[in-house]
């Protein structure tokens, strides 16, 4: 039998934050805010970073991997489509991922932002097809961890 070439996951992430909603969408929402917390990071370089928040619009990143890394060069580009926007409370995007060139991964994710007792409940919900060649579905999860971690070191600080 042939090997499945499709690997199909879904995980869910729970964080709270301290922020209200409003903070957190804005994080989201502002390019410049989420261009720190989310398209820079320790492993890769940004080359470009761009938004267009609204319905219908996009998000482009492209990254390339910084020497020491498994990839050295090699660039990482996720394009975004924006589904769905409630202003403070959810963001629908489809995504799709790339690695030199080649796609590695379409996606689902749905951001739902609920007032807590203290700030703001965020619940991420990733539904992916992974292709060959593609990070998968445990390091997709643990890299949405970190970003998350670096939401909110970016929201500590302003």
């Known amino acids: 039998m042939e090997q499945q070439s499709v690997v199909h996951n879904t995980f869910v992430i729970e964080r709270t934050y301290p922020q209200q ?3 957190v969408f804005a994080a989201l929402a502002d390019p ?9 990071g320790d492993h890769t370089e940004v080359e470009s970073f761009e938004m267009d928040f609204r319905v219908a619009g996009w998000e ?9 890394t498994p990839f050295p060069g090699v660039t990482l580009e996720s394009d975004v489509v924006y589904q769905d926007i409630v202003a403070n409370r959810r963001l629908v995007l489809a995504q799709t991922m790339s690695l030199g060139g080649r796609h590695i991964s379409s996606a689902l994710i749905t951001i739902e932002l609920l007032k807590a007792e203290k700030g703001t409940e965020l619940i991420l919900t990733h539904q992916a097809a992974f292709f060959e060649g593609s990070d998968g579905p ?6 949405w961890r970190t970003l ?6 970016a929201l500590e600080n302003g």
């Open 21 to 23: 909603p409003e903070n």
């Open 32 to 40: 410049a805010k989420k261009q720190r917390w989310y398209a820079r």
């Open 60 to 68: 482009k990143t492209r990254s390339r991997f910084k020497e020491g």
């Open 138 to 143: 445990e390091i997709r999860e643990e890299g």
């Open 148 to 153: 998350l971690e670096r939401l909110a070191s």
